[in-house]
């Protein structure tokens, strides 16, 4: 069969990655894709957001199955724009409606959806510009740290923890007035939950589920977790924390519920859920739910499952996933992120990338590249991402590390302990 991904992504590659060992596979195609996934696949300068153009190019090559990476078109309501149209209707897309993919697009329906159907997560309450003077006094009677969230998507950054009382009104009131766009018009404040957070990811069609491997990342730029957020600068798959019994505790708490609350709701969803969850003394709580698969997560979970990929898409869409399992690697997965000079602030583009060849240890999943003229160039703030296999985290990372030191593009940075708090 002929598939299209969607993105350009270290997660896009990976399923590009994947998908390229298929038995299923006729042809493979990325829009817009990366310098990394040219070598697998044909790009297609094709924006995400282009439908249009993209029902065009499903037609024209005979695409008979869509793999969306990232979370704009699904908030965008690509599936629904397939769906609505005679000639897409009975093409596979791997992605929801656009009411589910609200579960990510907007913090207040998703808080409003867990509370719905007793899914535990953190008290909220949500405000908009309207709302200042009782936002205040909310947080006047909140213990710090104070947690604000953006309402919609901010790209990783619309999430302000601070300690302060004068500090957080000061953000609150910027946020409301344009920090973010129109995804800070409304702003949820939630009560702060200390633990230890990790990712957990299942692949629905809206009744029955797969649980694919848990995974942890890093977002902060400096190590032991410094400095700003980022979309992540490394992951570890599968979590030493998460024994049996906690993953229990996910599976009857958190994921058995949120499908169910799908069913009750009819809401469509023929795509990945991602479980942004914190351990808090052993109880799992939800911080976020994402409407995809998370990257740089994406980077090890996938290295992990032996399963053939289209066969497990292909029982999503004929409602035969009660019948699948996942197969598993034993081995640890690591992932480390080269990003750019200056990252997550202001970065320069366009380094030559030397050194990719010599790694052999190691697969390289590209982020932000791009080919010109026959050579590899940086192309965004994550560049890079390096996994590893190992009988054990230390040997996983090692790889990384030393395929890392064969790689050099000008200003490249990466953080030398992720995994460090396993």
Same mark, same amino acid.
């Given at each position: ?57 499903? $037609? ?5 199955? @869509? ?11 690509? %599936? ?5 149209? $005679?000639?897409?209707?009975?093409? !596979? ?14 913090? #207040?329906?998703?808080? &409003? ?10 008290? %909220? ?35 302000? $923890?601070?300690?302060?009382? #004068? ?11 344009? *920090? ?5 018009? =409304?702003? @949820? ?10 990712? @957990?990811?299942?692949?629905? #069609? ?47 708490? !958190? ?17 990945? /859920? ?34 053939? $990929?289209?066969?497990?898409?292909? &029982? ?18 690591? =992932? /480390?992120?080269? +990003? ?18 010599? +790694? =052999? ?8 590249? =791009? ?11 994550? /560049?890079? &991402? /390096? ?18 030191? *064969? ?16």
């Amino acid at each position: 069969m002929n598939v299209l991904i969607l993105g350009s992504g270290g997660r896009e590659h990976a399923f590009a990655w994947k998908i390229a060992q298929s038995k299923r596979l006729t042809k493979l195609y990325v829009a817009p894709g990366n310098a990394g996934t040219a070598m697998i696949a044909e790009n297609v300068p094709i924006s995400v957001n282009e439908f249009e153009k993209i029902k065009k190019l499903v $037609i024209d090559q005979n695409i008979q199955m @869509v793999l969306v990476g990232p979370e704009d078109p699904l908030v965008n309501g690509i %599936y629904d724009y397939f769906q609505n149209d $005679i000639l897409l209707k009975n093409i !596979v897309l791997i992605g929801p409606s656009k009411v589910g993919a609200q579960l990510e697009g907007s913090k #207040d329906f998703a808080k &409003a959806f867990m509370q719905r159907h007793n899914i535990p997560t953190a008290n %909220y309450k949500s405000f908009t510009a309207n709302d200042l003077t009782e936002a205040y006094s909310f947080l006047e009677n909140s213990t710090p740290p104070y947690v604000l969230k953006a309402d919609g998507l901010a790209a990783g950054k619309g999430v302000l $923890i601070l300690t302060h009382l #004068d500090e957080a009104k000061n953000e609150l009131k910027n946020m409301l007035h344009g *920090k973010f766009g129109e995804a800070g018009n =409304t702003v @949820v404040i939630e009560e702060f939950l200390d633990g230890i957070e990790l990712s @957990v990811f299942v692949l629905t #069609d809206g009744k029955n589920h797969l649980l694919l491997p848990e995974a942890k990342d890093y977002k902060r730029i400096g190590e032991g977790d410094t400095g700003l957020n980022t979309g992540g600068m490394g992951a570890v798959s599968p979590v030493s924390f998460a024994d049996k019994t906690f993953l229990k505790k996910v599976e009857e708490q !958190v994921i058995i519920p949120t499908i169910f609350g799908l069913q009750k709701e009819n809401i469509d969803y023929n795509g990945f /859920v991602f479980f942004g969850l914190i351990n808090v003394k052993g109880e799992p709580y939800v911080i976020e739910y994402n409407c995809r698969m998370g990257d740089p997560e994406t980077e090890v979970v996938i290295p992990r499952i032996k399963n053939d $990929i289209l066969e497990l898409f292909l &029982a999503l869409a004929n409602n035969t996933l009660d019948l699948c399992t996942i197969d598993t690697d034993e081995r640890i997965a690591t =992932t /480390v992120i080269a +990003v750019s000079g200056g990252y997550p602030e202001e970065y320069e583009k366009n380094k030559e990338i030397i050194g990719l060849n010599s +790694v =052999t240890e190691s697969i390289v999943f590209h982020s932000g590249t =791009t080919l010109v003229n026959q050579k590899i160039q940086s192309n965004g703030g994550r /560049v890079l &991402a /390096v996994t590893s296999l190992g009988k054990n985290k230390n040997e996983a990372l090692e790889k990384s590390y030393n395929s890392l030191s *064969k790689i050099h593009f000008e200003k490249m940075y990466f953080r030398k302990d992720i995994g460090f708090d396993l």
